[in-house]
Protein backbone atom coordinates (compact mmCIF):
# COMPACT_ATOMS: atom_id res chain seq x y z
CA UNK A 1 0.00 0.00 0.00
CA UNK A 2 2.71 2.06 -0.59
CA UNK A 3 2.87 5.52 -2.85
CA UNK A 4 0.26 6.68 -4.89
CA UNK A 5 -2.63 5.04 -5.87
CA UNK A 6 -5.93 5.10 -8.39
CA UNK A 7 -8.61 3.51 -6.93
CA UNK A 8 -9.85 1.09 -9.25
CA UNK A 9 -12.74 1.59 -11.00
CA UNK A 10 -13.17 4.38 -8.14
CA UNK A 11 -12.60 8.26 -8.79
CA UNK A 12 -10.49 8.44 -5.48
CA UNK A 13 -6.56 9.05 -5.85
CA UNK A 14 -4.75 7.23 -2.67
CA UNK A 15 -1.60 8.56 -1.72
CA UNK A 16 -0.06 6.78 1.31
CA UNK A 17 2.55 8.20 3.29
CA UNK A 18 5.39 9.39 2.24
CA UNK A 19 4.79 9.19 -1.18
CA UNK A 20 4.94 13.21 -2.83
CA UNK A 21 1.89 14.66 -4.34
CA UNK A 22 1.24 17.92 -6.38
CA UNK A 23 -2.33 18.72 -6.50
CA UNK A 24 -3.95 19.57 -8.91
CA UNK A 25 -5.95 22.78 -9.45
CA UNK A 26 -9.28 22.70 -7.49
CA UNK A 27 -8.27 19.39 -6.58
CA UNK A 28 -10.55 18.21 -3.53
CA UNK A 29 -8.62 16.33 -0.64
CA UNK A 30 -8.83 14.73 2.67
CA UNK A 31 -6.32 13.89 5.26
CA UNK A 32 -7.13 11.02 7.55
CA UNK A 33 -5.92 11.93 10.76
CA UNK A 34 -6.23 10.27 13.84
CA UNK A 35 -5.36 6.62 15.35
CA UNK A 36 -3.97 4.07 13.96
CA UNK A 37 -5.84 0.59 14.70
CA UNK A 38 -2.64 -1.65 15.01
CA UNK A 39 -5.51 -4.65 15.83
CA UNK A 40 -7.17 -4.32 13.01
CA UNK A 41 -3.82 -4.83 10.84
CA UNK A 42 -2.97 -7.31 12.31
CA UNK A 43 -5.85 -9.25 12.46
CA UNK A 44 -6.28 -8.62 8.86
CA UNK A 45 -9.40 -6.80 9.45
CA UNK A 46 -10.56 -2.92 7.44
CA UNK A 47 -9.26 0.25 10.00
CA UNK A 48 -11.28 2.85 9.85
CA UNK A 49 -8.99 4.06 7.29
CA UNK A 50 -9.36 1.73 4.72
CA UNK A 51 -13.14 1.92 5.76
CA UNK A 52 -13.27 5.68 5.08
CA UNK A 53 -11.46 5.41 1.59
CA UNK A 54 -13.84 2.58 0.59
CA UNK A 55 -16.89 4.89 1.18
CA UNK A 56 -15.64 7.74 -0.33
CA UNK A 57 -14.04 6.16 -3.90
CA UNK A 58 -16.91 6.62 -5.87
CA UNK A 59 -15.69 10.90 -5.25
CA UNK A 60 -13.23 12.64 -7.53
CA UNK A 61 -10.86 13.32 -4.25
CA UNK A 62 -7.17 12.83 -3.06
CA UNK A 63 -6.99 10.89 0.27
CA UNK A 64 -4.09 11.15 1.97
CA UNK A 65 -3.33 8.47 4.13
CA UNK A 66 -0.45 8.50 6.42
CA UNK A 67 -0.65 4.87 7.59
CA UNK A 68 2.93 3.03 6.53
CA UNK A 69 2.81 -0.75 6.71
CA UNK A 70 6.55 -0.64 6.50
CA UNK A 71 6.93 1.39 9.91
CA UNK A 72 9.09 0.46 12.36
CA UNK A 73 8.80 1.45 16.00
CA UNK A 74 12.66 1.23 16.41
CA UNK A 75 13.09 4.72 14.48
CA UNK A 76 13.93 7.48 16.79
CA UNK A 77 11.55 10.17 17.09
CA UNK A 78 13.86 13.11 16.47
CA UNK A 79 14.25 15.25 13.88
CA UNK A 80 17.97 13.84 13.11
CA UNK A 81 16.52 10.46 12.38
CA UNK A 82 15.50 10.93 8.05
CA UNK A 83 12.70 8.21 8.14
CA UNK A 84 10.87 9.98 11.23
CA UNK A 85 11.22 13.39 9.78
CA UNK A 86 10.36 12.60 6.39
CA UNK A 87 7.13 11.16 7.52
CA UNK A 88 6.31 14.04 9.94
CA UNK A 89 7.14 16.58 7.60
CA UNK A 90 5.00 14.72 5.12
CA UNK A 91 2.17 14.83 7.32
CA UNK A 92 2.03 18.02 8.07
CA UNK A 93 2.31 19.04 4.83
CA UNK A 94 -0.68 16.91 4.15
CA UNK A 95 -2.51 18.40 6.46
CA UNK A 96 -2.28 22.03 5.27
CA UNK A 97 -3.13 20.83 1.84
CA UNK A 98 -5.99 18.99 2.06
CA UNK A 99 -9.54 20.48 1.55
CA UNK A 100 -10.88 18.25 5.06
CA UNK A 101 -9.30 16.87 8.16
CA UNK A 102 -10.77 14.15 9.09
CA UNK A 103 -9.79 13.14 12.87
CA UNK A 104 -10.78 9.61 13.81
CA UNK A 105 -9.70 8.26 17.71
CA UNK A 106 -11.27 4.81 16.86
CA UNK A 107 -11.01 3.59 20.49
CA UNK A 108 -11.74 5.41 23.69
CA UNK A 109 -8.78 3.52 25.40
CA UNK A 110 -6.35 5.51 23.19
CA UNK A 111 -3.76 7.92 24.59
CA UNK A 112 -3.26 9.88 21.22
CA UNK A 113 -0.88 12.38 22.13
CA UNK A 114 -0.05 12.46 17.68
CA UNK A 115 -4.09 12.80 17.71
CA UNK A 116 -4.61 15.39 20.07
CA UNK A 117 -1.46 17.34 18.42
CA UNK A 118 -3.57 16.77 14.90
CA UNK A 119 -6.39 18.49 16.17
CA UNK A 120 -5.11 21.50 17.58
CA UNK A 121 -3.39 22.09 14.53
CA UNK A 122 -6.41 22.16 12.77
CA UNK A 123 -9.00 23.54 14.66
CA UNK A 124 -8.58 27.03 13.46
CA UNK A 125 -8.90 25.31 9.67
CA UNK A 126 -12.20 25.41 9.29
CA UNK A 127 -11.56 22.18 7.68
CA UNK A 128 -12.24 19.44 9.71
CA UNK A 129 -14.37 17.01 10.68
CA UNK A 130 -13.64 15.34 14.35
CA UNK A 131 -14.64 11.53 15.52
CA UNK A 132 -14.23 10.57 18.99
CA UNK A 133 -15.91 8.19 21.71
CA UNK A 134 -17.79 8.29 24.44
CA UNK A 135 -15.12 7.44 26.92
CA UNK A 136 -12.06 9.14 25.75
CA UNK A 137 -9.66 10.13 28.56
CA UNK A 138 -9.62 13.91 26.79
CA UNK A 139 -13.13 13.59 25.33
CA UNK A 140 -14.32 16.92 27.09
CA UNK A 141 -11.03 18.72 26.09
CA UNK A 142 -11.73 17.74 22.34
CA UNK A 143 -15.74 18.94 23.00
CA UNK A 144 -14.94 22.09 24.21
CA UNK A 145 -11.96 23.00 21.02
CA UNK A 146 -14.76 21.72 18.55
CA UNK A 147 -17.11 23.84 20.32
CA UNK A 148 -15.09 26.44 20.13
CA UNK A 149 -13.67 26.60 17.05
CA UNK A 150 -17.12 25.38 15.53
CA UNK A 151 -15.76 21.72 14.26
CA UNK A 152 -18.42 18.44 13.73
CA UNK A 153 -18.08 16.02 16.26
CA UNK A 154 -19.13 12.73 15.95
CA UNK A 155 -19.44 9.86 17.98
CA UNK A 156 -18.56 7.14 15.67
CA UNK A 157 -16.33 6.06 13.19
CA UNK A 158 -19.18 5.05 10.87
CA UNK A 159 -20.58 8.50 10.26
CA UNK A 160 -17.34 9.65 9.40
CA UNK A 161 -17.20 9.44 5.68
CA UNK A 162 -21.17 10.77 5.34
CA UNK A 163 -19.50 14.18 7.13
CA UNK A 164 -16.59 14.05 5.05
CA UNK A 165 -18.67 13.96 1.34
CA UNK A 166 -21.06 16.69 3.36
CA UNK A 167 -17.83 18.78 3.88
CA UNK A 168 -16.24 18.50 0.36
CA UNK A 169 -19.92 19.71 -0.80
CA UNK A 170 -19.79 22.79 1.26
CA UNK A 171 -16.01 23.24 0.38
CA UNK A 172 -15.61 27.03 -0.97
CA UNK A 173 -11.76 27.34 -1.14
Known sequence: MAGVQKSSPTLATIVNAPAPHSP???????????TIDYDAVK??????????????????????????????DSWKEDIEEPKFLGQTTWELDMMERASVIALCIH?????????????????????????????FWKRGNMQAVCRRFGIEMLG???ELAGAIEEKLRNEVL
Request: aromatic share 8%; hydrophobic share 35%; proline share 10%.
Open 107 to 135: DPNAKAPISLLELGLGARSGKMVVVCPEG
Open 24 to 34: KPNEKSVFLAG
Open 156 to 158: SEF
Open 43 to 72: AGRPTWQENVITSLSHLPVTIYNPYRSDWD
